[in-house]
């Protein structure tokens, strides 16, 4: 087995794969692929499962397990030979499944199963999987008119390398980006292990001094607690203009994203609907645009007081004990920082040396641990990057449940954020049970000296979410590989497990198990959690309201927003903002330009998903808050009713079937103190 892309016999081969490797895997596996749909389409035999699901599901998911493992190692390991090698094979990987969902043959091939007597002999899950394709075979364009087919598919070509692109034109310029400070001086405030990093960074160039980049572990810490007014201004305004006019030329998304909303409308119009957004929602737990902007004008509604009062409290403290007439965007931050420091008698840089690495992650395998009555161990296997781990979850039998991948450090070539992808996806097979693999990433600051990491609070929450979307993908219990996992899953209900792992952030009987100062070992003090749980909502209104400006933009980008018109999306937003924003930054603030969520992540006309999980997240959580938020009993119930039927029904059934009832938004309202 020469080329690694090709050994699907167990775990991805990542110190063996070399861009060479890329091309010829993805044309054997698609000249694979091509000459089984024939042979299926050609079979007299009436379709049924084994004899055309299953083979059809097979090559499919090697192609997607050899692209996966490419695409994982372009966001995480970013080079020019793999970017170049990437971007070749997205227009062919992208006209290929194109090609796939237009196929008439397959089409109706699984339109004859449904219509057969097979049909009925299916299980729930695989029903929903012939569901699930014939809506996919609609909204891929197999029912558009021959001379239509064509178009439709160069536009998801196209679309599929503006995403690419966009993604690249981010991280290249947050990459570009150094700031290179002399004097000490300028530094005053921002945290020790923060200027030690920058130190080292700047050594590494051969440089004298500080370097500081637009990475959160650099970028942050210096908002945050800079006293340098000025510095904080240059990196500021050097983070809210990327990839705009205001740099390179060849690095401006501005251009791109009037393209892809073009192409957006123009597909889904050639498809019946109205607009993207309408297309978007197909697959998707919300029924309607009108809907989804509803529910955050409902929200918005609530929050907007709370954001005004938490707003004017900061202006206040900045003018009274700060001496600052004017608060600006680049002071927010840091003028945050101070007032909770004075309200609350603590900081994040505090509470950090209480959230040492090898005593956070024990502490959060043993909430799942608990609640769900598994073990789980450190393991081996061929990993990217030397600082990355490897884990096992085991149940009570010692059966192998699942494995994961954990990549918790910023690097200089590894896309920003927080992410979670599946690497392998639970099924039965005919040699038995194949174990489900994620892959968690993180963008936290890597040890310095002989400590261990420390992470901010926010950065654990951070953490139990990835690992939410994780467990949503292990602790499934489908053996049909289309509903399996996170397969098939609403993406408005995605978000519910990870949003749901957050909340035992906040619950003592959890933290006394994981927050130990590195240096003494000292129990987090119960009287800093206590301030910690008080200053939980500090800001909460502005917080939300912030979340809900970025959800109405892409609704009404999607919805909407006529991009062929003389509007241009940033003053979309700019109106959207003068609605429910209460902080109006600068006007060079070019956000869209670095949205790469709604442009190339996934989620467009989507983003109100966070919010419309949460609802779902916070109404679930109260079960465990009633009965004991470690409570064995629920958290089997969750795991059997939520994580365990993966996509195999609508996340509102699944709901139901855990909660009793249909969701409500009080949870939602009281977990963020807007009660």
């Not at 059966?399 to 896309?415: I, S, T």
Request: aromatic content about 10%; some cysteine; overall charge negative.
């Amino acid at each position: 087995m020469n080329n690694p892309l090709l050994d699907f016999s167990g775990l991805p081969r990542f110190p063996d794969i070399e861009p060479a490797h890329v091309t010829p895997a993805v044309e054997q596996l698609i000249v694979d692929n091509r000459a089984l749909v024939e042979r299926l389409v050609a079979d007299v035999a009436p379709p049924a499962w084994d004899n055309f699901v299953r083979p059809l599901e097979d090559a499919n998911e090697r192609l997607s397990r050899a692209w996966g493992q490419v695409s994982h190692l372009n966001a995480v390991m970013n080079s020019p030979e793999l970017r170049e090698v990437y971007n070749a094979n997205l227009p062919t990987l992208t006209a290929f499944y194109a090609d796939l969902s237009q196929h008439q043959g397959l089409f109706d091939k699984f339109k004859a199963l449904k219509a057969s007597p097979a049909f009925d002999t299916l299980t729930p899950a695989q029903k929903k999987i012939v569901a699930n394709e014939l809506r996919d075979f609609v909204l891929g364009g197999a029912d558009l008119a021959e001379d239509k087919k064509g178009r439709f598919k160069a536009i998801q070509e196209e679309l599929s390398t503006l995403s690419a692109k966009f993604e690249e034109n981010l991280l290249d310029t947050t990459n570009a980006f150094a700031l290179f400070v002399e004097s000490e001086d300028e530094l005053t405030g921002i945290p020790a292990d923060a200027l030690q990093v920058a130190r080292e960074a700047a050594q590494a160039d051969g440089k004298a001094g500080w370097k500081f980049t637009l990475h959160m572990p650099s970028y942050m810490p210096l908002m945050q607690y800079g006293e340098n007014r000025k510095l904080r201004e240059q990196m500021y305004y050097a983070y809210v203009t990327r990839a705009s006019e205001f740099g390179k030329p060849e690095l401006d998304n501005t251009a791109l994203i009037t393209q892809i909303l073009k192409l957006r409308r123009e597909a889904a119009q050639m498809l019946g609907f109205n607009n993207y957004a309408e297309e978007s929602l197909a697959t998707k737990m919300a029924e309607t645009p009108q809907q989804v902007l509803d529910f955050l004008n409902q929200l918005g509604a609530r929050a907007k007081p709370y954001a005004e009062r938490d707003l004017a409290d900061l202006r206040q403290f900045a003018r009274e004990e700060m001496d600052m007439d004017k608060l600006e965007a680049w002071d927010v931050a840091y003028a945050s920082e101070k007032m909770r420091l004075q309200r609350y008698a603590f900081s994040d840089q505090e509470v950090k040396q209480y959230f040492p690495e090898n005593k956070v992650l024990p502490g959060m395998f043993k909430v799942v641990e608990t609640i769900y009555g598994l073990s789980i161990h450190s393991s081996s296997a061929p990993v990217w990057h030397q600082d990355v781990k490897f884990f096992d979850i085991r149940d009570q039998q010692n059966q192998l449940v699942g494995q994961f991948y954990l990549d918790l450090y910023a690097r200089q070539n590894k896309r920003g954020g927080a992410w979670m992808d599946d690497a392998i996806t639970r099924r039965r097979k005919e040699s038995g049970i194949q174990v489900p693999v994620t892959y968690l990433n993180c963008n936290f600051a890597a040890p310095v000296g002989d400590k261990p990491a420390l992470f901010t609070h926010d950065e654990v929450i951070t953490l139990f979410h990835e690992f939410g979307h994780g467990l949503h993908h292990m602790l499934t219990r489908v053996e049909d590989l289309g509903v399996s996992g996170i397969n098939g899953v609403e993406w408005d209900a995605v978000e519910l497990p990870s949003q749901f792992m957050e909340n035992f952030c906040w619950e003592w009987d959890v933290l006394k198990h994981l927050a130990r100062h590195v240096d003494s070992g000292e129990l987090l003090p119960r009287a800093l959690f206590d301030k910690m749980l008080a200053a939980k909502n500090f800001q909460g209104g502005l917080q939300t309201v912030r979340q809900l400006e970025f959800a109405l933009f892409d609704m009404h980008l999607h919805a909407d927003f006529d991009p062929a018109g003389t509007v241009t999306p940033l003053q979309l937003l700019e109106r959207i903002r003068a609605q429910i924003a209460v902080l109006i930054p600068p006007a060079y603030n070019r956000f869209p330009n670095n949205f790469s969520h709604i442009f190339a992540g996934g989620y467009g006309a989507g983003y109100y998903s966070y919010k419309w999980a949460e609802v779902l997240s916070a109404d679930a959580y109260s079960l465990f808050e009633e009965n004991g938020v470690l409570s064995e009993e629920v958290g089997h119930r969750f795991w059997s009713e939520i994580l365990g039927v993966g996509g195999s029904r609508s996340a509102l059934e699944s709901f139901v079937a855990f909660r009793g009832r249909e969701p409500s938004i009080d949870a939602l309202l009281r977990h963020n103190g807007m009660v």
